[in-house]
């Protein structure tokens, strides 16, 4: 293992660490609460930078996969009654069939056709499981969290850690597959699509294996959503502004390097954490707006990019 | 429970939401079939001529098609400051404008969303006008007024959109700048101002079709977001750019959302149109008409 590797590794621990001490020393249950909210967006946004930056497919069907996600662990259960880990195993497992279906619409559609392909298919998804009373339908489902178990001192404390868990997985993905040759086929086919298929890439692999990870990241980390809530509706579960929040921190951040959709979901996040509680949620969606156009237009590269910029100036 | 006089009551206002359809969807085949602009804010932008028109209707007792009219040329100027900000910012720097345009115009429609709100609230808003409620019989069928409205003044818009750019210099200028903007630079035209003005004519055309949105239905803000699945399924099902095809593919959205509508009710209606999407770009992405093969 190289040093690069090491450190990370080692920092990964850490952070677990310090998660799992800081549920045991606050008492108070609303930074979990909101921290939450935050980590969730980290693991989406990584998740999402698999596909989108590698690749440079633009997926808008986050909020289905999230939504997918709540829904499988909903269905699980009232079926079953199913632990918090069962119903992420499960919803991970849902989101690798889901991008390997999506892994072959890319074989049909390229650039914007893809894009809106998946926000086509977020609505269909978001319809059909409106349309599904068992589920709850229209209005929504109560769900009851079962008593937490030890070693945590409540329900919330507990998805905090394993959301925290989830981010450390996604990063580490990400982060492997950037350095490895997965990453290089996808920037490769980014790139040039038809330049690498000659070339020997193997496209159609690379673009459907990228599909089922960050499927499977974006489905697992919307399964505790459901028990976060205690309650799920469908046009909040595929609610689109997943989808732009999602597209937006990546931008925000910069997509050529694994640590870029991280900065940018901490920093919006946390903006928006903040602007909900202080004016209203609105305002939020505004801002996530003016954000986006800001940033598509004046940094294009996302601050990872202004970042390079800026040392190589120095540099010379 | 379903007999042929229904199938045919569902057929027929089908026929004239279709039309309807087709006037909301004209600006996006211009901009987003001929230009290939990824508009995703055009239904944003026509939910905003709604509320223009609502605010000219409620305020000055406007009728809402003169409304419509009235905030045309306005519309026109934004549109044409519109695309100067997309190509200034990306078509100009080349690569990847398609993805980051598409961002960027999520972005816009978010902006706009939200503005309606904070000026309007989320309540639904619809207008007053003599022919809004009334109804016209033919034997057991009723058919709403504001439909057969909707429906004469699309057919109108469709018409003309097609002369415009079938008969008139500038409109054979856009489709050339649409089939080969290489070859209009070396005749010593230049592309951009024609894609400008093309584009300008895109969002004009939202004036009158946003006040027969606001005619056929109550708006809401973020109305827009069912529209980007109806107006981009009738574009990409007529086949980029093609006037009449859009005419043609809206009437077959607007006869299969009514029938689905009897059959299996409301709450199925808005996959209608994303379904027909989705089934169209994996299985003949050129559309019904397309240019492109």
Not at chain 1, 147 to 160: A, R
Not at chain 1, 267 to 296: C, D, K, P, R
Not at chain 2, 219 to 237: A, N, S
Request: hydrophobic share 55%.
């Amino acid at each position: 293992m190289k040093r690069n590797g090491i450190f990370f590794w080692v920092g990964a621990v850490v952070f677990l660490i310090v998660i799992a001490l800081i549920t045991k020393l606050i008492g108070n249950e609303y930074p979990f609460f909101a921290g939450y909210v935050i980590l969730q967006f980290i693991v989406l946004a990584v998740a999402w930078s698999i596909l989108g930056g590698h690749a440079g497919y633009v997926n808008f069907g986050t909020s289905a996969f999230f939504g997918m996600g709540v829904y499988t662990a909903v269905f699980l259960f009232k079926v079953a009654g199913a632990p918090l880990l069962v119903q992420i195993a499960a919803a991970a497992a849902v989101g690798a069939l889901m991008g390997f279906l999506l892994g072959l619409l890319t074989l049909r559609m390229q650039g914007i056709f893809f894009s809106i392909a998946t926000i086509a298919l977020t609505i269909v998804i978001e319809t059909s499981i409106t349309n599904w009373r068992y589920v709850g339908g229209a209005a929504g489902i109560q769900l009851q969290r079962p008593p937490v178990t030890w070693p945590f001192s409540g329900y919330v404390q507990m998805l905090f850690f394993v959301q925290a868990v989830l981010v450390v997985l996604a990063v580490a993905v990400s982060r492997y597959i950037q350095n490895s040759w997965i990453g290089r086929g996808l920037q490769a086919l980014r790139d040039d699509e038809l330049a690498a298929e000659c070339t020997g890439v193997p496209t159609l692999k690379l673009k459907v294996l990228a599909c089922v990870i960050s499927g499977a990241l974006m489905c697992a980390a919307g399964a505790p959503a459901a028990m976060y809530l205690q309650y799920a509706d469908p046009s909040s579960a595929f609610n689109l502004n997943y989808s732009v929040s999602v597209l937006a921190m990546s931008l925000i951040g910069g997509t050529a390097h694994w640590a870029g959709p991280i900065v940018g979901a901490i920093l919006l996040a946390s903006t928006q954490q903040l602007l909900t509680v202080t004016i209203s949620s609105e305002v939020n969606v505004l801002v996530l707006g003016v954000m986006l156009v800001l940033f598509v237009v004046a940094a294009p590269e996302g601050l990872i990019g202004l970042l390079r910029r800026l040392l190589r100036k120095e540099g010379k | 429970m379903f007999s042929f006089e229904l199938l045919l009551d569902a057929v027929v206002i089908g026929v004239l939401l279709g039309c309807f359809y087709a006037a909301v969807s004209l600006g996006l085949s211009v901009s987003f079939g001929l230009l290939d602009v990824p508009h995703v804010a055009h239904p944003a932008f026509l939910v905003l001529a709604s509320y223009a028109v609502y605010v000219l209707n409620e305020h000055y007792g406007i009728d809402p098609l003169l409304a419509g009219l009235l905030i045309t040329p306005f519309l026109f100027v934004f549109g044409l400051a519109a695309y100067r900000l997309y190509y200034e910012t990306f078509e100009k720097r080349g690569s990847d404008a398609g993805v980051r345009g598409i961002a960027f115009f999520f972005g816009i429609a978010f902006i706009i969303e939200v503005l309606i709100i904070l000026q309007f609230g989320v309540d639904q808003r619809s207008v007053t006008a003599t022919y809004v409620g009334k109804a016209l019989r033919i034997g057991d069928m009723r058919i709403p007024f504001r439909l057969i409205v909707a429906f004469v003044v699309a057919a109108a818009l469709t018409i003309l959109l097609t002369l415009y750019l079938s008969k008139t210099f500038m409109g054979r200028a856009i489709r050339a700048v649409a089939q080969d903007q290489e070859a209009l630079r070396l005749m010593g035209a230049n592309p951009i101002q024609i894609k400008q003005w093309a584009f300008g004519i895109a969002t004009a055309v939202l004036g009158v079709a946003g006040a027969l949105l606001i005619i056929v239905a109550p708006v809401e803000p973020t109305l827009d977001r069912t529209y980007i699945g109806r107006t981009f399924c009738v574009v990409v099902m007529a086949g980029l750019g093609s006037m009449s095809g859009t005419l043609v593919a809206a009437i077959i959205l607007g006869v299969a959302e009514t029938i689905v509508l009897t059959l299996f009710g409301a709450s199925w209606a808005p996959a209608i149109s994303f379904a027909m999407l989705l089934g169209i770009l994996a299985v003949r992405p050129q559309g019904l008409f397309g240019r492109r093969s």
